[in-house]
């Protein structure tokens, strides 16, 4: 369990920095695409891959929190026990990282839908500009008081 607990928490912090990029990379696109009047294909690449990024994460954020790591629900902070950190992902992050990724996966199948209106290029921006700024609020940085134990990567 040991070996497995290392893995999926490294894998699950080093993804931060690429469901970071992506959202960003998908944000730009779909301003750029909206202000030069292309017509939103229906699907596009890059928001497909933030959003199975995220998916990705949702799914080892999971694990983590029901299953292996001791910050998790297996903490119980709310009978009084565990450490900043352990109250953090549980009252926290995994309902705000929830919202943003329900908010991305909305803002990704509404714009499919909205192909012919060409007004997907404006869902993508917004729903996933909100989604990034609530992943960036929710990341357990080091900087954030309690946390300094939280790795970088
Ligand atoms: C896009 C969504 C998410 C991002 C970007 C994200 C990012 C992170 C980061 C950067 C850490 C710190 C890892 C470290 O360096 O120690 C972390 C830890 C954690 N996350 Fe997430 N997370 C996301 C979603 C979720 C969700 C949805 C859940 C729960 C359902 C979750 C549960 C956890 C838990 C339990 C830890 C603590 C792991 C440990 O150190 O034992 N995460 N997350």
Redesign the pocket.
Known sequence: MGVLYTAV?HA??GL?WV?LILLIAAIGRAASRRRTGVVYPGKDKLALFSLIS?HI??LL??A??LWL????ITADPIEGGGSAVAKY?NYV??WT??I??VLITVGYSKAKRQAELNKGWKTIGIYYLVGLLI?LA???WPFYPGLES????
């Open positions: 928490q699950h912090s931060r469901v995220v994460q949702l954020g999971l983590l929190f790591s001791p910050y998790g992902y992050h995994w990282m929830l943003a990724v992943i929710g990341i357990p939280v790795g970088w990567g």
